[in-house]
């Protein structure tokens, strides 16, 4: 794969994401409902930061982001959900698609550094390190 390629397959992740997150920010249901209301809120709102970063490294690069839904469901490796989820299926859901990202951003490193871009590799190494909180912070939900 291309760096183009890479980070084309995160923005049409985090894309999906963002719109995975803002479903179950809407639909959670359950004694959990303001804490994971609030905190799929959270969520969204930092994949919507996430994708204009990427996008906008892109750019800078100059490589073309892809842009439209058609493209981010074509070239997503992770799904969209569309069955109803407990609380904590949501949770789960959320914590397979970060694990998925990680693993994707790691190997994403390794391309960006075989091209000589520290910057592209840096800004996946902050997004691992997010990520990685944010699925500690879930998981431990899970365990409650």
Not at 24 to 42: D, M, N, R
Request: hydrophobic share 45%; glycine share 2%; proline share 1%.
């Amino acid at each position: 794969m291309t760096i183009e390629q890479v980070i084309n397959q995160q923005i049409a992740n985090w894309n999906i994401l963002y719109t995975k997150l803002h479903r179950f920010h809407w639909y959670v249901k359950g004694p959990q409902f303001f804490t994971l209301h609030a905190k799929f809120e959270e969520l969204y709102e930092d994949a919507a930061t996430s994708m204009d970063e990427l996008a906008e490294q892109l750019l800078a690069s100059a490589g073309n982001p892809i842009s439209t839904l058609k493209e981010y469901l074509q070239f997503a490796t992770i799904e969209e959900t569309t069955e109803a989820l407990s609380a904590e299926e949501m949770v789960q859901v959320i914590v397979n698609d970060y694990s998925l990202i990680i693993d994707e951003l790691k190997a994403g490193m390794e391309v960006a550094e075989q091209n000589h871009d520290e910057v592209t590799s840096d800004m996946f190494l902050a997004l691992i390190g997010k990520l990685n909180k944010h699925n500690w912070m879930l998981k431990s939900f899970l365990q409650a």
